[in-house]
């Protein structure tokens, strides 16, 4: 869903993609007439959305094999050009009138799979950048006029993909960047001569082009992190006339690949769509994160290794680092997409005194590997190519010289889902062969193979499956939740709580105690919740709302102890309990469960089944009135409906409820 800013900061609902898109609004464009323009993922298609109408056209798939539209550029004609992917990508356009009459441009030396990064629309040429047969970044230009490629009299390729010229055309303006100088370049439209004009602070973020007083002012905005500094530049005298410094606001980024330092007292962690590692002291809660240009990107998964290594893998490119805790130093090892087509190392373990990681295929390929490191020598690494044939490597787990997989059957994105059922398997590192292959039916997804006291566990998005270490023969399920979520990447995971004796199970933000002996459970998170980690310690953390990690208490005795506790339900659906200190005081409220929702209007403690155990009766917005069964080992169990409505303006009293 694209959506619509005020200038008041109003956030409104605008438009969706065709029907099937999963992502929608890639580059977005608009037309002369006011009418927006985006991409669409997976359907290959665009949307033209009109802000006077509220009226949405949808163009076909622009061409067989398309999955992406993922960047878009309007002509001064309107005539819109689409960069897609990931099959034979290549340029398609249509008249802004007519989303139906599509022609191709096809890309001299592209990629079979792969993208068009971006396209930028000028006086008669377009500047197209996109994935070469090499999958190396080529840059190159298309004359409008004679529908044909162009060579510029120079090879260079602008800085961070940016260039802009005035709407009526003319000349363009990029950076280009000549060992750390960054000049600002004009460059004829028509014979693609390039002037260098003057230098500039760094590298473009943004351009715009301006005439004003019979002079051509270029804008640029440069800089790094939340650190920036904005220019102009005068073309007529070839030198900044006005210079301003901008502190941008931190943006938090969603927190994912959380690790344990070895010694307990730390975690680190990755960000999505994040350019470093970060970490915060458990003691402290200090933070610190490392320098942006420290080259490790999106973090997918890391392995503590000692107290000096974590292994890091990274997205996009499946790179693999060796990040030192105690120098901060970074140390890069392989790069995987080139040579063996992988992208998102995700799992880790360590086995045959190896250390041994687990990836999904580049965009486009739906076969994962695994890459097999000597922590004694950082240039001896080995690549298997599909310890399962066409299916994601999500998760890892090694004893002894046996490294544990797990598998997924949804690959690179832009590749078809796998067939068969995900599989665990067993692989002996030090004799480099399989050793078993396990499918296990109707899962599509399986992670965190977890071996406990000698007994091999994985997850899946509805509980835990115990499995026979030596053949991979199914012995039980453990069934937690009732979900039918799609193929994806780690949308379950287990570990183990050593205090307990347990394994917390978590998906689709619930978490879940399981005693695997008793076979007994409880639920002790409900709602945004991921990633956990237990730490050297054997406390248990987690993400919660994407950007915090909190600390959870899984060995809980009875949430509402005394008839005497204050208990509310806040608007952001956890049960808050003040324990009673006698004499009429409180202790300040804690968090005792996150299951209760905010649309809670009411609610009353009782033992309402007569168990000595305490439990809620919620009244709610909907005028249903429901029942929380309070826990004995703490927390509640799954709600249940005593009346299906006409609670919404009723007040709860204190009368004797449930069992006499």
């Known amino acids: 869903m694209a959506k619509s800013v005020s200038l008041s900061g109003l956030v409104t609902d605008c438009y969706s993609g065709a029907p099937g898109t999963r992502t929608v609004a890639f580059a977005p464009a608009v037309d002369s007439k006011g009418r927006i323009w985006s991409g669409n993922y997976p359907m290959g298609s665009a949307t033209r959305f009109d802000p006077s109408t509220r009226q949405t056209v949808h163009t076909p798939r622009v061409h067989a094999g398309a999955q992406y539209v993922r960047c878009l550029a ?35 030396d592209a990629a079979a799979k792969g993208f068009v990064y971006s396209i930028a629309a000028h006086s008669g040429v377009l500047f197209v950048y996109y994935e070469g047969d090499t999958h190396k970044e080529l840059f190159r230009v298309f004359d409008l ?154 973090i997918e998964g890391m392995y503590p290794y000692d107290e000096s290594i974590i292994y890091v893998g990274s997205y996009t490119q499946g790179r693999l680092f060796k990040f030192n805790p105690q120098t901060k130093s970074v140390t890069e090892l392989i790069e995987l997409r080139d040579v063996h087509l992988q992208s998102r190392p995700f799992a880790w373990a360590q086995a045959g005194g190896k250390v041994v ?90 992670n965190s193979p977890l071996v406990v006291r000698g007994i091999l566990y994985v997850s899946t998005n509805n509980g835990v499956i115990r499995l026979n270490k030596a053949s991979g023969d199914l012995v039980f399920r453990y069934k937690l939740l009732n979900r039918s979520a799609a193929p994806g990447y780690k949308t379950s995971g287990i570990t183990y709580l050593p205090q307990l004796n347990s394994i917390v199970h978590m998906s689709g933000g619930t978490a879940t105690v399981l005693d695997m002996e008793a076979r007994t459970r409880r639920e002790i998170l409900r709602g945004n919740y991921a990633d956990m980690v237990v730490s050297g310690g054997g406390k248990l953390y987690c993400v919660e709302d994407g950007t915090n990690i909190v600390e959870v208490d899984a060995i809980q005795k009875s949430t509402v102890r005394s008839s005497a506790d204050l208990v509310t339900v806040g608007a952001d659906g956890w049960l808050y309990v003040a324990r009673s200190l006698g004499g009429g005081k409180h202790a300040e409220p804690l968090r005792a469960d996150s299951g209760f929702g905010p649309t809670v209007r009411g609610c009353h403690v009782v033992d309402w089944d007569g168990d000595g155990i305490l439990d809620v009766v919620t009244s709610h917005d909907d005028g249903t009135l429901q029942l929380h069964r309070g826990l004995r080992e703490g927390g509640f169990a799954v709600p249940e409906r005593l009346a299906p409505g006409g609670w919404r303006l009723r007040q709860l009293a204190e009368p004797f409820w449930g069992l006499a």
């Open 74 to 108: 309007i002509d001064n004609k309107d005539n819109v050009y689409a960069g897609t992917g990931v099959l034979n990508p290549r340029i398609v356009t249509w008249p802004t009138d007519s989303p139906a009459a599509l022609r191709e441009i096809l890309l001299p």
């Open 145 to 298: 006029e004679t529908a044909a490629w162009k060579r510029p009299p120079w090879t260079w390729s602008p800085v961070m993909r940016a260039s802009a010229a005035l709407p009526s055309g003319g000349d363009i303006y990029v950076i280009r960047n000549t060992g750390a100088i960054f000049e600002l370049i004009r460059i004829d439209s028509r014979t693609l001569a390039a002037e260098a004009v003057c230098a500039v602070p760094g590298a473009p973020h943004a351009l715009r082009v301006e005439s004003s007083d019979g002079d051509t002012l270029v804008d640029v905005l440069c800089g790094v992190g939340n650190q920036y500094e904005y220019v102009r530049v005068s073309i007529g005298g070839k030198k900044v006339v006005q210079s301003v410094n901008v502190d941008l606001a931190d943006t938090p980024l969603k927190v994912q690949a959380l690790a344990p330092s070895k010694s307990g007292a730390t975690i680190y962690l990755g960000g999505y769509l994040g350019d470093g590692i970060g970490s915060v002291d458990l003691m402290s809660g200090e933070t610190w994160r490392s320098p942006s240009d420290a080259g490790i990107a999106q």
């Open 357 to 446: 990681a687990g990836t999904v295929a580049e965009y486009g390929y739906n076969t994962g590997a695994l890459a097999i490191i000597n922590p004694l020598n950082d240039s001896d690494i080995t690549v298997i190519s599909g310890p399962i044939p066409g299916q994601s490597v999500l998760g890892l787990a090694g004893e002894g010289d046996i490294v544990y997989g797990t598998t997924g059957i949804k690959g690179g994105y832009g590749s078809v889902d796998d067939t068969k059922p995900a599989h665990v398997f067993a692989w002996d590192v030090r004799q480099k062969r399989l050793v078993w292959q396990k499918p296990l039916l109707g899962e599509v997804e399986i």
